[in-house]
């Protein structure tokens, strides 16, 4: 049963005739996503992969219903591209720039919050129901179906353990990058209970790094509510603190998101915690044959 | 970015949040002739860091000679490594009680959250936690009046003190959202005779938002080093150990850090030169890399939106034009795979498909372990 999105999902790229933006419709056309529309202003009545191109956000929903959007834009744009999606009555957006501004990342959640609609990251890979649709911009060939569900707050560092688990011939249910910074749409807590609730999803990968407390939240949620096994690799053990590691959010401050906070409030809530991204796959493999 | 304590309070006054008399200087002499202006004076070195207090970095004075002396010790004084460039004297003000008030960012509500408690003046880690009022505040709303006196009824405060309180906290709300801040913090909000001041000013401006805030001055704790990274779009964090590290995105750059050490390396850097880019910043990050003059140097390429071809021509580029003497591992997956390799292999560098094999080697080739 996959969770947010199915091979039915009906999706817009808003910012399409942008370098990133053409070249990702391609390739989420490649993976099998209903991509039925694009938005650029100024630029409609063109077509971007076969795909036709309209001037709003209103406009292409008109003509196609479409259920979602996944945004390419600079970050200074993407607020207002947000709020109409969201005022156009889209119910899952997916934003890919990086660099937004902190606040404007909380009118775009609070706007979300009152129309009830999924928004992912911004500065995230975006999102996979493996072998049916991707909204997003990860490489197609290490998302393959199985039963681990992944929730990632980083990109890169996601593919490496997907791919991990591809090469051990473990698939993926659906896989969710959260985004990398301090104010994003969902968090783990959100996920885990998709995963919880999915049938397919046997075990659950999460990927979590240095900074804010979202880890230490998901193992409350854990302990309390979790009834599959769920595996865990942390990035940033080495970081000295105050030295902010490129995701905005990755930083100890104050002596407030360390790994080692992070890692003792995880292992408390019977996840197993990877020590190195290799290390993923076999424990996944025990904990599904223990299943 | 972090603004100096006296940068903080000129925006303060612009909100009308009172702020104690003050003066800037930069010499000894400078502050001595202040106190005849002021008065009893507090000298305060403009630093960024938290441990100013503890390590001396403010001092007292009631008359020209004490000022002086005080300020020449303290423009002497490296605070966690900072030189003091710029002293803030401030009028000594009658402070009848220290609160703590701060609004941050509380990335799991997606709000603002206001933290207030009535235990200022102290490190804001030894309040406990049920003396720290929490008020998350809708952005849609904005800082409401009952949010204030809900804010207040919560932490006991009652009378004048609450009528104060109910003023002050949406200007500082208002400062907050119109000047793109991640952390406005009072430690401590004074209550004086003449009502509530803040005797300090603790403001961080989202970095992300600077290009809409012309007006503010750019203030940078980077190094040298950094500086230039920055000016090249690069996240850049100087490290202490000799394997310079280059990696695409900021997670698995944190996670080659943490597996260097893990297999008893020391690395340089953080350095992620982000997804996507080009030939010409792939080759200005290895150079500047290059520049640091590390003993070995490892790269790791998980291609998705980066192509590994673009990555081993830039690599090529280098090594040709400004040659590339050290030892280097090199791990290169993902997009345009075969392509990047076959461009190595023609100038004699094999590439691996596995990171750990890589750090491995880095680690070996570095002849501590």
Not at chain 1, 227 to 246: D, F, N, Q
């Amino acid at each position: 049963m996959p969770i947010y999105i199915d091979q039915n999902t009906r999706v817009l790229v808003q910012g399409i005739t942008g370098k990133q933006g053409s070249f990702h419709t391609g390739q989420m056309i490649a993976y099998g996503t209903k991509i039925v529309g694009g938005v650029s202003p100024g630029k409609g009545g063109q077509s971007v992969e076969g795909v036709p191109v309209y001037n709003s956000t209103f406009e292409a929903v008109e003509h196609h219903s479409a259920e979602a959007s996944i945004l390419f834009m600079p970050a200074p744009f993407a607020k207002d591209a947000a709020f109409e999606a969201l005022d156009a009555g889209l119910k899952i957006i997916v934003l890919i720039p990086e660099s937004v501004p902190l606040h404007d990342a909380m009118e775009i959640m609070a706007y979300a919050r009152q129309k009830n609609a999924v928004v992912v990251g911004p500065n995230t890979f975006g999102l996979v129901s493996s072998g049916n649709s991707k909204i997003g911009i990860m490489p197609n060939r290490y998302f393959v179906p199985g039963p681990v569900g992944v929730v990632s707050r980083s990109g890169t560092l996601c593919y490496e353990i997907v791919g991990h688990l591809t090469e051990n011939e473990i698939g993926t249910t659906t896989v969710v990058g959260l985004g990398g910074d301090r104010v994003v749409g969902l968090h783990f807590i959100d996920v885990l209970k998709k995963f919880e609730e999915d049938p397919a999803t046997e075990a659950v990968v999460m990927v979590g790094e240095i900074g804010g407390s979202a880890e230490e939240e998901a193992a409350a949620h854990i302990a309390s509510s979790m009834t599959k096994p769920v595996i865990a690799y942390l990035a940033g053990k080495s970081a000295p603190p105050g030295k902010r590691m490129g995701h905005a959010g990755a930083i100890i401050e104050r002596g407030r998101g360390t790994f080692e906070s992070k890692a003792e409030a995880l292992s408390k809530a019977g996840v197993k915690v990877a020590d190195l991204p290799m290390a993923v796959p076999p424990l996944i493999k025990t904990a599904l044959a223990d299943k | 970015m972090k603004l100096y304590e006296y940068l903080g309070k000129e925006l303060f006054s612009q909100y009308d949040i009172p702020v104690p008399r003050s003066k800037l200087v930069e010499s000894a002499d400078q502050a001595g002739q202040v106190v005849g202006e002021l008065g009893e004076v507090v000298i305060k070195s403009q630093v960024l860091s938290g441990k100013r207090g503890k390590a001396g970095g403010i001092g007292f004075a009631s008359d020209f000679a004490e000022a002086q002396k005080e300020a020449a010790r303290i423009l002497d004084l490296k605070i966690d490594g900072l030189a003091t460039e710029k002293l803030l004297i401030e009028e000594k003000i009658e402070i009848e009680q220290e609160l703590y008030l701060a609004i941050t960012i509380d990335g799991s509500a997606h709000r603002p959250v206001v933290l207030a408690s009535l235990d200022g003046g102290m490190d804001v880690e030894d309040v406990a936690e049920n003396r720290m009022i929490r008020w998350p505040v809708d952005v849609t709303l904005g800082m409401q009046g009952y949010m204030a006196r809900e804010i207040c009824r919560r932490m006991g405060v009652t009378g004048n003190l609450q009528k104060e309180l109910v003023n002050f906290l949406p200007k500082l709300y208002r400062m907050f959202r119109d000047q793109d801040a991640e952390l406005a913090e009072i430690n401590p909000l004074a209550l004086t005779p003449d009502g509530l001041v803040a005797a300090d000013a603790k403001v961080t401006i989202d970095d992300d938002a600077l290009y809409r805030h012309q007006e503010l001055p750019r203030i940078t704790e980077k190094t040298a080093l950094e500086l230039k990274a920055e000016k090249l779009d690069l996240a850049y964090v100087e490290l202490e150990g000799d394997i310079a590290v280059m990696a695409n995105g900021a997670g698995i750059t944190m996670a080659t850090l943490d597996m260097v050490q893990h297999y008893g390396g020391e690395p340089a850097n953080f350095l992620d030169f982000g997804g996507g880019a080009d030939l010409e910043k792939t080759a200005q990050s290895l150079e500047l890399l290059l520049g640091t003059d590390p003993k070995v140097l490892l790269i790791n390429i998980f291609g998705g939106i980066t192509r590994c071809d673009v990555v081993a021509e830039a690599f090529v580029r280098v090594k040709e034009n400004k040659g590339i003497d050290l030892p280097v591992s090199f791990r290169l997956v993902g997009t345009n795979e075969s392509e990047g390799r076959t461009i190595l292999e023609k100038v004699g560098i094999k590439t691996f498909t596995s990171m750990d094999e890589a750090v491995r080697h880095a680690v070996v080739l570095t002849g501590t372990v």
